[in-house]
């Protein structure tokens, strides 16, 4: 069975542009998540997805950053335009059921996003 | 104040050493996970627990959900081993996320 998979791996781009990082969850797992880590703290929840619906966006910081999951499988992370303080890794985790229910979370590899 | 703290925040042991790895939270929480990465690797899921202990090859994880504490035992550690452990807990209710600590970065020398 295939893992969870972010696409790029990598991404470098100037402050003031835009970037689109992609995850792939696992096949049949409802629930997507996004985190960061910025460098020097904890990772944070940005958002989840049940399907293609937002349960829960909480996290996000600030309306630059636009997520979406059409159709229910992968998700995109737009961050439009991008400022220094983006930079950090970017997680993508999935799941069959959320984790009130008692399932665990499978994390893709991360994006590490660096604006210069 | 993070609601999710570790320590120690490094660890450097020798080979074959008892390794300790502590949290504490300060929320009510559902569950709480302790999750790994290697350098350069993904994060993978060690452990999701609620009460108890669980035992996994040389891994221990226990919680006391009245002292809201965890610990993450390694027995008999190995270079490869090293990695960065994070605690993390899932909220009761209807929060889905997870909220982590800093993590623990651990070398264990040969």
């Known amino acids: 069975e295939a893992g969870v998979t972010q696409f790029p791996s990598h991404s470098v781009i100037e402050k003031g542009q835009t970037v689109t990082l992609r995850c792939d969850p696992i096949s049949g797992h409802d629930n997507l998540y996004w985190y960061r880590r910025v460098m020097g703290k904890e990772i944070k929840f940005l958002l989840h997805?049940?399907?293609?619906?937002?349960?829960?966006e909480s996290g996000m910081p600030n309306n630059r950053f636009l997520a979406e999951r059409t159709g229910g499988t992968y998700s995109t992370l737009k961050v439009q335009p991008a400022e220094l303080e983006d930079s950090g890794v970017y997680f993508c985790?999935?799941?069959?059921?959320?984790?009130?229910?008692?399932?665990?979370?499978?994390f893709g590899p991360g994006t590490r996003l660096t604006v210069l | 104040k993070n609601e999710v703290e570790q320590s120690p925040q490094n660890l450097t042991a020798q080979e074959g050493e008892f390794i300790t790895i502590n949290c504490s939270y300060s929320v009510g929480i559902s569950a709480l996970h302790w999750l790994q990465q290697h350098p350069g690797g993904g994060i993978v899921s060690l452990f999701m627990?609620?009460?108890g202990k669980k035992k996994h090859g040389r891994l221990i994880a226990t919680i006391n959900i009245q002292e809201k504490h965890s610990s993450l035992h390694i027995t008999a550690s190995h270079p490869r081993d090293s990695a960065v452990y994070i605690c993390?807990?899932?909220?009761?209710?209807?929060?889905?996320?997870?909220?982590f600590g800093k993590g623990t970065l651990l070398t264990v020398n040969p």
């Open positions: 627990l609620s009460s």
């Open positions: 993390a807990v899932s909220a009761g209710g209807s929060n889905y996320k997870l909220t």
């Open positions: 985790a999935s799941s069959p059921r959320p984790l009130a229910e008692g399932d665990t979370q499978y």
């Open positions: 997805f049940v399907k293609e619906s937002k349960q829960d």
